[in-house]
């Protein structure tokens, strides 16, 4: 029962539409119809040409994995946790708020590995940024990240098998995001 509700909460609360929110109220754009219609921080940056929105949308996704998994970790253990980061990163993905549409879910996973794995995080920062820095292509330089990160996410979790199971399952969903752009970026390379 606490699984499920955590499951729960953490969908509806990944639900929210941050870019979609902030690309109205400021802009009055629907960032699902314009750019990449991607509902993220980056194509808020792009859409709108505004630093601030981009960050504005990329603090509050953080926060919404940051929040649902810290109550769930720090009040009922590491399965709970897992649970929460998997589902506060479905819901930010496929929100049910705006025709199951979302982000590619870097952010909202980034603030629920700060809670579970930070090293994760930083592993995935420095390897992006490394790869970027010798020029290699956006996609190519994030799917390399995530796929690296996930290595002390799944040392942390194992050998429990339902956590690590969790972790896989929040690694595919990200990864699943990114492999559709990350083939277009090969192909017109």
């Known amino acids: 029962m606490l699984g499920l509700s955590a499951a729960i909460v953490s969908y509806l609360v990944g639900s929210f539409p941050t870019a979609y929110v902030i690309g109205k109220y400021f802009r009055n ?108 292509r956006l996609y190519l330089s994030s799917v390399i990240g995530i796929v690296l990160a996930s290595i002390p996410l799944f040392m942390k979790t194992y050998p429990a098998p339902f956590p690590l199971i969790l972790s896989a399952g929040l690694i595919a969903v990200v990864l699943s995001k990114h492999l559709l752009p990350l083939r277009t970026e090969i192909s017109n390379a």
């Open 29 to 136: 754009v629907d960032l699902s119809r314009n750019g990449s219609g991607n509902l993220g921080a980056m194509n808020a940056y792009e859409v709108t040409g505004s630093k601030s929105i981009g960050i504005i949308v990329a603090s509050i996704d953080i926060s919404k994995g940051f929040l649902v998994t810290s109550l769930s970790f720090w009040n009922y253990g590491m399965v709970a946790g897992m649970i929460a980061a998997l589902f506060v990163v479905v819901g930010h993905n496929y929100s049910l708020f705006v025709r199951f549409k979302g982000g590619r879910g870097l952010a909202t996973a980034a603030g629920a590995l700060l809670v579970v794995q930070p090293l994760a995080v930083l592993l995935y920062l420095f390897i992006y940024f490394l790869l970027r820095a010798v020029g290699l």
